[in-house]
């Protein structure tokens, strides 16, 4: 099992920085890929960015391809997703999840809580 909570969310304005944390507890961390979702209000989820097990590997969506960078830290049981030149449709839950390498969320099996970004103009 994996349990994952994220936090660095908040209001921010546009052209701003935020950088999302995702803490996770349970021992086999490092052998799953990792991934960032977001889903705005009347909008189905959309992948941001994956990374690899090790950390080696990292892929972004086009929407946020640019301004976004997935990172993980093993030993801190952590993935960070830094987002920066922020834009009012970055808005939305953003959530954490653990599985599979892929851009689905059918891919990924464990899923945090969420944590609401909000970019004013």
């Known amino acids: 099992q994996v349990q994952l909570v994220e936090s660095g969310g908040g209001l921010v304005q546009a052209g701003g920085s935020l950088r999302l944390s995702c803490a996770a507890s349970?021992?086999?961390?490092?052998?799953?890929?990792m991934g960032w979702f977001r889903q705005a209000p009347g909008k189905e989820r959309e992948f941001v960015a994956a990374?690899?097990?090790?950390?080696?590997?990292?892929v972004n969506a086009i929407s946020v391809k640019g301004r976004c960078t997935i990172s993980r830290d093993n030993a801190k049981n952590t993935v960070y997703l830094q987002m920066n030149s922020l834009k009012p449709e970055d808005t939305a839950v953003y959530y954490c999840?653990?599985?599979?390498?892929?851009?689905?969320?059918?891919?990924?099996?464990?899923w945090g809580q969420g944590t609401q970004v909000t970019v004013s103009s």
């Open positions: 999840a653990a599985g599979s390498w892929g851009d689905s969320p059918h891919d990924y099996q464990y």
């Open positions: 349970g021992r086999t961390f490092s052998s799953y890929a």
């Open positions: 990374i690899s097990a090790s950390g080696g590997t990292t």
